[in-house]
């Protein structure tokens, strides 16, 4: 099962242009699949106190979240589509991760403290975002530390990332191009 977690508030905007070709590209290959779109589902990604007194326990008070481990449980595929906004992913993608991997459920410690993957089990993980600078500028942040200090610590594994730079400024075939990627990766 693939997991397609989409983030942005705007339905006519490029996002979700790439959100159109992943779903078309996945019911083309005949893939099994579930969109969690964040803002639709009006998720709150500000983890308040009533989760927080349940989070160790591998427990949250909010069902979405709840709802959202359980369908990334079930997956073996995960496939990221958001825009980069100051040099990182929307504060409702990182609301995602801090009220969703809970504790025992996405992560747990080895005998030496460190974080490793608990039940969460993602083989491919894909990441298409759009951005207005250059790839290069947010990279380390992507490549380095979100790949290695999140996603690996939580078993989404094998991190492919692609990048449309210049999304709302550049020429129209650098959309076009971008699109085309996505539709071949996926």
């Known amino acids: 099962m693939t997991t397609v977690l989409y983030a942005h508030p705007y339905d006519k905007s490029f996002n979700h242009a790439v959100l159109s070709e992943v779903t078309a ?3 083309a290959q005949g893939k099994p699949f579930s969109v969690i779109d964040l803002y639709a589902d009006g998720f709150n990604p500000a983890l308040e106190a009533a989760s927080l007194r349940l989070y160790s326990r591998g427990e949250t008070a909010d069902p979405l979240a709840r709802k959202y481990l359980t369908t990334l449980l079930g997956s073996n595929e995960l496939i ?3 825009p980069v906004w100051w040099g990182m992913m929307p504060a409702i993608v990182k609301g995602f991760f801090d009220k969703v991997m809970l504790a025992g459920e996405a992560y ?8 490793i993957p608990a039940k969460i ?3 491919r993980t894909l990441m298409f975002t759009t951005s207005q600078n250059p790839t290069e500028r947010f990279a380390p942040f992507f490549e380095d530390y979100f790949r290695r ?7 989404m594994n094998n991190l492919e990332w692609h990048n449309c730079p210049l999304t709302s400024h550049g020429p129209e075939e650098n959309r076009t191009r971008f699109l085309s990627l996505v539709r ?3």
């Open 25 to 27: 590209a996945l019911e």
């Open 80 to 82: 990221m589509v958001f």
């Open 108 to 115: 747990g410690y080895s005998d030496a403290g460190e974080l």
């Open 121 to 123: 089990s993602i083989g």
């Open 149 to 155: 200090c999140v996603l690996d610590v939580v078993g």
């Open 184 to 186: 071949a990766t996926v």
